[in-house]
Nanobody
Framework: VQLQASGGGLAQTGGSLRLSCAAS????????MGWFRQAPGKEREFVAA????????YYIDSVKGRFTISRDNDKNTVYLQMNSLKPEDTAVYYC????????????????????WGQGTLVTVSS
């Protein structure tokens, strides 16, 4: 299984970036997908998640209204559209895949995920 995250880079405060995560080696439409991030010196935290069908999405409060998670099951890809970026969004962003059965219970926790991507760096300048 491979999860290849891309789309990170440098953005200004108030700007936008779109992250992508291409999955291979798994039955994509049987996995919920999530995005986590890890800022320097901090623990990895949950950012957003989406169920296997794309019907339900979850967000941490700090990104609600600014970030949108979506997926294209035909392309085996999950996206994170990030708008109105803030310096505190600076982090390495990781995508992850979790088996659908308990996803709605465990989506916020690392234990809810079976596979992880390598991360993509997002830097937001003030």
């Amino acid at each position: 299984v491979q999860l290849q995250a891309s789309g990170g880079g440098l953005a200004q405060t108030g700007g936008s970036l779109r992250l992508s995560c291409a999955a291979s080696g798994l039955t994509f439409n049987r996995y919920g997908m999530g995005w986590f991030r890890q800022a320097p010196g901090k623990e990895r935290e949950f950012v957003a998640a989406i169920t296997e069908s794309g019907g339900i999405t979850y967000y941490i409060d700090s990104v609600k209204g600014r970030f949108t998670i979506s997926r294209d099951n035909d392309k085996n890809t999950v996206y994170l559209q990030m708008n109105s970026l803030k310096p505190e969004d600076t982090a390495v962003y990781y995508c992850a895949a979790g088996w659908m059965k308990y996803f709605s219970i465990n989506y916020r926790w690392h234990r809810g995920y079976d596979y992880w991507g390598q991360g993509t760096l997002v830097t937001v300048s003030s």
